[in-house]
């Protein structure tokens, strides 16, 4: 009986270190944002700063969102009338973390390598294809520079960069630059939360670039 009695306490100590475990604080709200350490407990108003448990609740009104910066660094959305668990929330960062250093780093080799004919091949190659006498019609003065919108991008200036990416894109849709502007914007649209944009841009890296060694890096589907 002592052994068993001595199990429970051990096993309620470390339910209650496990509880106890911050992983987190809130970095910013809008509106208001209740929050809860346990299941068990009820929700209060929550205030910049503040510790997130592991085991806790966030919960936001009509109108309002917060944000949580985790023990690593990292930040997660809530949006508007949600009520998450920590555990989960948390859980949703970390697969968010992995791919999205995994497509970072495809990045990095892709700007490495050499523009090649295989970079530029995807389902819509033929119908880039034109016979000579109209190649003239095909031809675009290069406007967008993939460097500035990295260089942007690298700022934390999305703003600056979306549109010079899209450019980049527009005027050599087939191109390694095009492929390499749709992971940019991939990342850009993850953080941003516009899953619209996101979709939209995973779609056409797949379909333009079937071939690309970014596409086993994506987020998964929403």
Same mark, same amino acid.
Request: charged share 25%; net charge neutral.
């Given at each position: 009986?002592?052994?068993?009695?001595? =199990?429970? @306490?051990? !096993?309620?100590?470390? %339910?209650?270190? /496990?509880? %106890?475990?911050?992983?987190? +604080?809130?970095? =910013?709200?809008?509106? $208001?944002? *209740?929050?809860? $350490? /346990?299941?068990?407990?009820?929700?209060?108003?929550?205030? #910049?700063?503040?510790?997130?448990?592991? $085991?806790?609740?966030?919960? /936001?009104?009509?109108?309002?969102? !917060?944000?949580?910066?985790?023990? &690593?660094?990292?930040?997660? +959305?809530?949006?508007?009338?949600?009520?998450?668990?920590?555990?989960?929330?948390?859980?949703?960062?970390?697969?968010?973390? &992995?791919?999205?250093?995994?497509?970072?780093?495809?990045?990095?080799? #892709?700007?490495? *390598?050499?523009?090649? %004919?295989?970079?530029?091949?995807?389902?819509?190659?033929?119908?880039?294809?034109? +016979?000579?006498?109209?190649?003239? =019609?095909?031809?675009?003065? /290069?406007?967008?520079?993939?460097?500035?919108?990295?260089?942007?991008?690298?700022? &934390?200036? =999305?703003?600056?960069?979306?549109?010079?990416? $899209?450019? !980049?894109?527009? *005027?050599?849709?087939?191109?390694?630059?095009?492929? @390499?502007?749709? %992971?940019? #914007?991939? #990342?850009?649209?993850?953080?941003?939360?516009?899953?619209?944009?996101?979709? +939209?841009?995973?779609?056409?890296?797949?379909?333009?670039?079937? &071939?690309?060694?970014?596409?086993?890096?994506?987020?998964?589907? *929403?």
């Amino acid at each position: 009986m002592k052994k068993l009695g001595l =199990f429970v @306490l051990m !096993v309620g100590l470390l %339910a209650s270190i /496990t509880a %106890a475990e911050v992983v987190g +604080k809130i970095r =910013f709200q809008i509106g $208001e944002v *209740q929050y809860r $350490e /346990t299941q068990n407990q009820s929700y209060k108003l929550t205030t #910049l700063g503040i510790s997130i448990h592991k $085991e806790g609740y966030l919960k /936001t009104g009509p109108g309002s969102s !917060v944000e949580v910066q985790w023990n &690593n660094g990292s930040v997660s +959305k809530v949006e508007s009338n949600t009520q998450i668990a920590i555990s989960k929330l948390l859980a949703d960062a970390s697969v968010s973390a &992995n791919w999205n250093s995994k497509l970072k780093d495809r990045i990095k080799n #892709l700007q490495t *390598q050499k523009r090649s %004919a295989s970079s530029e091949a995807g389902i819509r190659r033929e119908e880039a294809e034109v +016979k000579k006498e109209s190649q003239l =019609f095909w031809y675009q003065d /290069t406007i967008y520079d993939l460097q500035e919108a990295i260089d942007y991008y690298e700022q &934390n200036d =999305f703003a600056k960069a979306i549109p010079v990416f $899209e450019g !980049v894109i527009q *005027q050599g849709p087939l191109k390694k630059e095009a492929e @390499l502007s749709h %992971a940019y #914007l991939i #990342l850009i649209y993850e953080v941003q939360g516009n899953k619209l944009k996101l979709k +939209k841009h995973i779609e056409l890296l797949k379909a333009d670039f079937p &071939n690309s060694s970014t596409l086993d890096s994506l987020p998964p589907e *929403q």
